[in-house]
């Protein structure tokens, strides 16, 4: 049974930086495609960020690159969402994900406001 777990959301002001943690158990973080998404309220859920086996990266949003970086540690069975220079466009919920097959967590709160 796969499990991830969340950690690393909260209360941030503009400008601010927070790191997410997945703990993942029942997968191999390093044989697997992992990703990171968000939902804002009132909008679908996006994919901000996703690591291949290889460690290849990957940001779809263009508002993201150069502010978030994903990694992991295959050691810890963890991936990691570091955010930098936080905007209160991304204030969403943030859930870690296996890209295939799909598997969620189950979120983490990120609200960035002053």
């Known amino acids: 049974q796969v499990q991830l777990v969340e950690s690393g959301g909260g209360l941030v002001q503009p400008g601010g930086s927070l790191r997410l943690s997945c703990e993942a158990s029942?997968?191999?973080?390093?044989?697997?495609?992992m990703g990171w998404y968000r939902q804002a309220p009132g909008k679908q859920r996006e994919l901000v960020a996703l690591?291949?086996?290889?460690?290849?990266?990957?940001y779809p949003i263009d508002s993201v690159k150069g502010r978030f970086t994903i990694s992991k540690d295959n050691v810890k069975n963890t991936v990691v969402l570091q955010m930098n220079s936080l905007k209160p466009e991304d204030t969403a919920v943030y859930y870690c994900?296996?890209?295939?097959?799909?598997?969620w967590g189950q979120g983490t709160q990120v609200t960035v406001s002053s």
């Open positions: 690591i291949t086996p290889d460690s290849n990266t990957h």
């Open positions: 029942g997968i191999i973080v390093a044989l697997n495609a």
């Open positions: 994900a296996t890209i295939a097959p799909r598997n």
